[in-house]
């Protein structure tokens, strides 16, 4: 094996060594409504160009294709409810988990698809 081959394999095997930080989910899951009051309701959260706003109430309101949002939540064992009287116009229970200002959604009590959505 000549000595540059031997440096190579040697670099590889150091580098495949080394160990590899797992990724990070800092993600905190919304378990109560209580939670939800107090970390996402009364805020604008916007998905692309649209928003949603909770209200403390258990109304819904926003704005998603150029048409306005409008809805019921309910908070339901350790699930966030929702009914949408426009749009998609079914109820969907969701899990919620929060970062900062993202706040990730994952449809069908957490077999759907998953969003995340920012607020200011």
């Not at 109430?57 to 939540?73: I, V």
């Amino acid at each position: 094996m000549s000595a540059k081959t031997h440096m190579v394999l040697y670099a590889f095997i150091t580098f495949a060594l080394l160990p590899i930080p797992a990724l990070s989910d800092d993600f905190a899951r919304i378990t109560t409504k209580q939670q939800y009051l107090d970390l996402v309701a009364g805020k604008r959260w916007y998905l692309g160009d649209g928003y949603a706003v909770s209200k403390r109430n258990g109304r819904m309101t926003g704005e998603f294709g150029g048409e306005k949002l409008k809805g019921a939540w309910a908070w339901r064992g350790d699930m966030w409810c929702r009914t949408l009287q426009t749009h998609a116009k079914n109820t969907d229970c969701l899990i919620l988990s929060i970062n900062g200002n993202q706040l990730r959604s994952v449809r069908k009590q957490g077999e759907g698809d998953t969003l995340t959505f920012t607020s200011n």
